[in-house]
């Protein structure tokens, strides 16, 4: 009984917390349509086994509609997958285009794009992207609000409904769902979603923590610096706290697409990510 009254007293601090965060943060994010009825979505995170997907199995991602994140556009894969969604999440994808060649380089990409894409990102970053497309003719924006939702299912499902927070955003793919659940996709696909942090993982001989995460492509040696200057000060247990948001944001997820008759599906070999079913291409 005394761990049903403190749950019970939990989840009512976090809800009342989460209207606080709504009324604050949540502003003009785009309504839920249903261009994904009928279809299927791809969203591909950039993980290392996507590398082999593309590889092995590039006539059935090109048989679905796919949705591309962060740095992807910087491959040669992109010209040719041609996703028909892509999302960013970070600030530093909007705050950094002065500072990070790459950050340069991807707007720059997205201004030669030559098929109809749809660019999601945060509402509040509307006013930074919006004057960086304005030469492009193929690209439209697609606002969404990463406001953290927590507590009570009945709230944070109707919250996610209504476009005004998500499950604690700490993975680009945890919009990437969630926005492809509002596009009205009814079955999604993940590949590169490997989240494989915890096995590179470590601490040198100063006590700093390195994460070096490896992805389908090779990065620059700027993008390790920033990576390296990003975990710079951090303590592994913030660091292992946050990797924990991301996996139990999965679980929320799979809940709510669970009761909206939703399929998501995790097409990763040997994904860390234990929420969905998984089947092998």
Partial sequence: MSDKISGLISKTGASLASLVKVALMSRGAS????????????????????????????????????????????????????????????????????????????????????????????????????????????????????????????????????????PRPRNVLIPAIIEGIRLGYKKIYLCGADHSWTKTLDVDN???????????YQDSEEEHKRVRETYKGLRLHDVLGSMTIAFRSYWEIADYASKNQIEIINATPSSMIDAFPRITL
Wanted: charged share 20%.
């Fill in 31 to 166: 309504s839920s349509i249903s261009e994904g009825k009928g279809r299927e979505l791809v969203i591909m995170g950039n993980g290392p086994s996507l590398r082999k997907t593309i590889d092995e199995n590039s006539g059935w991602l090109l048989s679905h509609d796919l949705m591309a994140v962060n740095f992807a556009a910087l491959t040669p894969d992109f010209m040719n997958l041609r996703p028909r969604y892509y999302i960013l999440a970070d600030g530093h994808f909007f705050n950094g285009i002065t500072k990070d060649n790459n950050v340069k380089k991807l707007w720059e990409t997205f201004r030669c794009v030559s098929w109809d894409m749809t660019l999601l990102i945060p509402g509040k970053f509307r006013h930074l992207a919006a004057p960086l497309l304005m030469d492009s003719r193929n690209i439209r924006l697609r606002r969404f609000n990463l406001t953290p939702v927590e507590g009570f299912s009945t709230l944070t499902h109707f919250l996610i409904d209504n476009g005004l927070g998500m």
């Fill in 206 to 216: 100063e006590n700093f923590v390195i994460s070096i995460q490896p992805h389908f």
